[in-house]
């Protein structure tokens, strides 16, 4: 167990940093976005653009790098992509039209996003652990919140005292600082340490099991009813948050709320994901996917329906943000939790890489539709009453989910 402990748990924290630095790119880009309209003057939708660029090209990389990660080396792949969403950032400084911020987009943060994300650290965290697999997948994604939460405080000081493409230089710079030596640390496999998962003296029942299961091609994957049930479900929360949070900024200084007083609504989201997410660590494996599903979906409605009234003012925003992320936080580890056992852990890296295929073509739209909306109501209220409406609708999914293997 003490070997366990020094190096297994020591993955899990290595994956909580690295979800931080993927964990801040939609939760701030509504920061980066004040000075990048005001530098190129996009449309509201031009300009939320960038995040469908960096979901679409995720989308396309998830299945393909997921399926390398089952075979090549995930220390030189999470390398890799510290230096990209480094690199990334401090491009962005480099553009001179919103087309280059969105190539950028697209060659560089994309496969940083995946190759450090939540694909990688699923596939390593599912050889590393079995039965306590949801206790540590649970708060390694908390490190998305966590990201969401410092961060905005991080770059709204930066772009306070400098200019913005200084600022972005300094961000990248701090980006590569915190995730290529977290990466070099990286242990591919316990055997390499000669440990088990779950630091038993033996390999666990639940890995053993998990490991006997035998590979399956992507079209059976793809085949499987649960697969798209899972996919369903957590795509209408993720993508909801994600066109929430993207547009949140503008949506509160559009309620006449100062941007820097509205920066602040970014890290309450993140807070309360952070909150739900080490519930979920705590709870997953004692309660099960099934009962936190309801909750989730259930709180989450709530939320969205919370900020169809954000024109009340700040503490309207706020509750329903806050609500958001409580509740919606607890839906974004559930993939990585039910991939390995639905599918197996020796295909892990395909099935959760084609899951977040699946799950990012959702958010494709959501950013832009967010501000299309906005560009044709003058609001974003019709959108948070149709993400209200589907996460009630997919609570009857709910007990249908298969939870195991076939």
Known sequence: MTGNFAVGWRQTAICFLLLSATGMIAATYSIIAVPLAQEYQPSRMVLMLAMTVLAGTCAILSPLLGSLMDRVSLRLIMTSGGLL??????????????NQVLLIFSVLIAPANVMIGPVATTVLLSRWFAERRGRAVGIAIAGISAGGFFFPFIIQGLLELHQWREALQLLG????????PAALLVVDYPSYRGLHPDGASDSPALARKEMQMEPISPGKVLGDPAFWMIAVTVAVVTSGMKGMVTNLVPLAIDTGIDASAAAPLISIFAGCSFIAKLNFAALSDRLGPRALMFVALGGYALGMGCLTQAGLGYGAIALGVALTGLFGGLMVPMESYLAPRVF????VG???GLLSGIILLALLSTPPLFGLIFDLTGSYTGMFWCFCGLAALTLFLVPFIRMHPR
């Open 350 to 352: 395909r099935a959760m």
């Open 85 to 98: 969403l480094g690199l990334g950032y401090a491009a962005l400084s480099l553009t001179s039209s919103f």
């Open 173 to 180: 710079l701090v980006l590569a600082i915190w995730t290529v």
């Open 344 to 347: 197996g852990q020796r295909i």
